[in-house]
T-cell receptor, first 114, second 117 residues
Framework: AQKVTQAQTEISVVEKEDVTLDCVYE???????LFWYKQPPSGELVFLIR??????QNEISGRYSWNFQKSTSSFNFTITASQVVDSAVYFC???????????FGKGTRLSVIA | GAVVSQHPSWVICKSGTSVKIECRSL??????MFWYRQFPKQSLMLMAT?????????EQGVEKDKFLINHASLTLSTLTVTSAHPEDSSFYIC?????????????FGDGTRLSIL
């Protein structure tokens, strides 16, 4: 069975602070895919990143970075120098191989205060 | 631009009404689409997997007679909430699987906010 755990329900930071959103996953598949999505108040899901299970290289995209560690089954997301526009709910998700759906964590609500 | 179009984006209707939500893949063929439901301040929960030309597969606890899914073409899946009641009020999001999508194999619609009075 697949499971995604985002232990942080809500995080509040002051603008320009760095913040890390945690994600721990469970799966029995050896091939799987990990994702992060942003959901602003308007509701649409904004794709941020996808990671394959066989690629543990960390990734940086502007102020965003991701740390994938298979040894701890974690796929954490860091926002550097946070901005008010980063305020949203962030979902970590997992998909096994094959024609399977995404399974989402419960999400972390991030509030960045000016 | 959007590659999955979901319509309508917002519906308010009376209890007992049936509501149809459409999900279209705009520039790719989707043999598989997924329907999710999201209650306020909660996560997205998979309701069903819709396969073109065959019956949908429903998750445990989702009533198939209440949430009718039709995937009659490679670019369109519909979800009909039959005889909707206030407890069906939620945010419904569809997703289409893009077989050629390397970086992003699953695209999401912008969602439908359903409010039953």
């Amino acid at each position: 069975a697949q499971k995604v755990t985002q232990a942080q329900t809500e995080i509040s930071v002051v603008e320009k602070e760095d913040v890390t959103l945690d994600c721990v996953y469970e799966t029995r598949d050896t091939t799987y895919y990990l994702f992060w999505y942003k959901q602003p108040p308007s509701g649409e899901l904004v794709f941020l990143i996808r990671r394959n299970s066989f690629d543990e290289q960390n990734e940086i995209s502007g102020r965003y970075s991701w740390n994938f560690q298979k040894s701890t089954s974690s796929f954490n997301f860091t926002i550097t120098a946070s901005q008010v526009v980063d305020s949203a709910v962030y979902f970590c998700a997992l998909r096994n191989s094959g024609n399977t759906p995404l399974v989402f964590g419960k999400g972390t609500r991030l509030s960045v205060i000016a | 631009g959007a590659v999955v179009s979901q319509h309508p984006s917002w519906v308010i209707c009376k209890s007992g009404t049936s509501v149809k939500i459409e999900c279209r893949s705009l520039d790719f063929q989707a043999t598989t689409m997924f329907w999710y439901r999201q209650f306020p301040k909660q996560s997205l929960m998979l309701m069903a997997t819709s396969n073109e030309g065959s019956k949908a597969t429903y998750e445990q606890g989702v009533e198939k007679d209440k949430f009718l899914i039709n995937h009659a073409s490679l670019t369109l899946s519909t979800l009909t909430v039959t005889s909707a009641h206030p407890e069906d009020s939620s945010f419904y999001i569809c997703s289409a699987r893009d077989p050629s999508g390397i970086k992003q194999p699953q695209h999401f619609g912008d969602g439908t906010r359903l409010s039953i009075l």
